[in-house]
C-alpha cells in the first residue's frame, strides 16, 4: 500500500526537517492554525504510528501557537498595521478562558488518545479537518 513512499524513498534528514519545519511553521502562522496538520503528514510519510503523529504535533503546535500569538500581539502593539482597529470576535476574558480550559483539558485527551485505536484517530482527525475545512470553504 505504500508504493508512492517507497517510490520516493522520503528519508530522514536534518536539512528536509529544517526546512518542512519552516514552511509548516510559515504557513501555520500564515493561516492560523496550529500546525499540527501538516505535522502529522509529515510523520505519517515517514512510517510512524498515527499515535506518535498526533502527540508529536500537539507538541510542536504549542510553539507555533506562541509564536503566532507573540507575532499577532507584537504587530498590535507596534501599530505596524495599516488598520490600527483591531476588533477581536472573542473577548480577552474569553481568550484567557479558552487558555486555561485548553491546559486543563490537555491530559485528558491524551489519556483517552492512548486509549483509542489508532484507527479511530486516523477517522476522527479525518473527520474534524473535513467539518471544520467545509465550513470555512462555504460558510464562512
Known amino acids: 500500500p505504500r508504493t508512492w513512499y517507497e517510490h520516493y524513498n522520503f528519508k530522514h534528514r536534518n536539512w528536509k526537517d529544517a526546512i518542512v519545519g519552516t514552511v509548516v511553521g510559515g504557513v501555520s502562522t500564515l493561516i492560523g492554525v496550529g500546525g499540527g496538520t501538516y505535522t502529522i503528514f509529515y510523520f ?42 483591531h476588533h477581536s470576535v472573542i473577548s480577552t476574558f474569553g481568550k484567557i478562558i479558552l487558555v486555561i480550559a485548553g491546559i486543563l483539558a490537555a491530559p485528558i485527551g491524551v489519556r483517552l488518545q492512548k486509549m483509542a485505536p489508532a484507527i479511530l484517530i486516523k477517522r476522527l482527525i479525518v473527520l474534524f479537518l473535513l467539518a471544520s475545512s467545509s465550513y470555512v470553504m462555504f460558510f464562512s
Not at 501557537?65 to 507575532?71: D, E
Open 44 to 85: 505519517l510519510i515517514h512510517g510512524r504510528d498515527i499515535k506518535d503523529c498526533a502527540l508529536t504535533a500537539n507538541f510542536v503546535g504549542i510553539f507555533i501557537g506562541l509564536m503566532s500569538t507573540i507575532g499577532y500581539y507584537g504587530y498590535i502593539l507596534f501599530g505596524l498595521s495599516a488598520n490600527n482597529s
